[in-house]
């Protein structure tokens, strides 16, 4: 299995741009709309893509920042588009997992007004903790929780941080009062200070910390443990259902050409294999992934019913 996917990931970087049937693609500047606001990791790995594909390409590819409604002011003006390659989004995978759930008025179908082209990155979260709660473990959280008010931080209503506690809760069986923040940067600085005591945070945003001894490490939200962290135990460990990673993924309006999804598809998995991309994300615990299409449709497909179940039993719902 090893040997496959090493030759498969050779085969991929070793292929030229004219691979697929797409000869006059680009014939203008492409643009990368990114729903949110300039700064952390989906940007900066939508700068890291546009800056390789434009070098790929010899053509510019830049990057566009529509921020608002969590994601969906950003992610509607590139359905807009014309579906014809040279407006592409880079979008977190959980606005297009939850957000169809979290609001009243669903803001767009994202397999039917979308076309996944690749999963391009995934990192994780970490249920963190001050020092002054009096809990080593994920067991020995849940006890404290059922027994003892909490309130945990999120970076907004609605957000992953939020969605993520939300989801605990449910197959723990436990209960919490949320803290919204906005955003990571005041979020912290409460939770470092033990103003709010918990929260789920970017595995990255931990690793100093926790080493410092200024927050504790629970639990990792994904599947498999962080290199980063690899003695800190998954969440999937105590709770096997559980599995919450944080992807990222370039789609394009659903009606893209299939020569040119499949040139964009080839290029993208090409470029978060490159040893550059993983030396500039990895010691930010972002690792390229690079899917086929197919494989990021079916991801999409499996956690749009999960994150219903969530969001329904947590009562959340954005108008």
Not at 7 to 26: E, R, V
Not at 90 to 102: E, F, I, Q, R, W
Request: net charge positive; hydrophobic share 45%; aromatic share 6%.
């Amino acid at each position: 299995m090893m040997r496959l996917v090493m030759m498969t990931a050779l085969a991929i970087l070793a292929a030229g741009p004219n691979a697929a049937s797409a000869d006059n693609y680009p014939s203008r500047v492409v643009k990368i709309i990114v729903p949110i606001a300039p700064g952390g990791p989906l940007d900066t790995v939508a700068r890291a893509l546009a800056e390789t594909l434009s070098e790929r390409f010899k053509q510019t590819f830049v990057v566009e920042n529509r921020p608002g409604a969590g994601g969906n002011i950003g992610i509607q003006a590139g359905i807009a588009a014309e579906p014809d390659g040279h407006t592409l989004i880079v979008v977190a995978g959980s606005m297009l997992t939850t957000n169809p759930s979290l609001y009243k008025k669903p803001p767009f179908d994202p397999l039917f007004d979308l076309r996944p082209i690749s999963t391009l990155t995934v990192s994780s979260q970490t249920l963190a903790v001050h020092p002054s709660l009096p809990v080593n473990s994920l067991k020995d959280f849940v006890a404290f929780a059922k027994n003892n008010p909490v309130g945990y931080a999120t970076s907004g209503y609605g957000t992953p941080s939020h969605l993520t506690m939300e989801y605990l809760n449910m197959l723990a069986g436990i209960s919490g009062t949320p803290v919204s923040y906005r955003g990571l940067s005041p979020l912290m600085v409460d939770l470092l200070a033990g103003q709010v005591k918990v929260g789920f945070v970017a595995t990255a945003g931990v690793i100093g910390h926790a080493r410092e001894g200024k927050l504790k490490a629970l639990a990792v939200s994904s599947g498999r443990r962080s290199q980063m962290m690899a003695d800190v135990p998954t969440i999937a460990e105590t709770y096997p259902e559980f599995d919450v990673d944080s992807y990222i993924l370039l789609v394009a309006p659903a009606r893209v050409p299939e020569p040119i999804a499949a040139l964009l598809e080839q290029e993208a998995r090409r470029a978060v294999l490159l040893p550059s991309f993983r030396e500039k994300f990895q010691p930010r615990d972002i690792m390229g992934v690079g899917s086929a299409a197919a494989d990021s449709r079916a991801w999409i497909a499996r956690e749009l019913p999960q994150w219903f179940k969530v969001i329904k039993a947590a009562n959340i719902q954005v108008n």
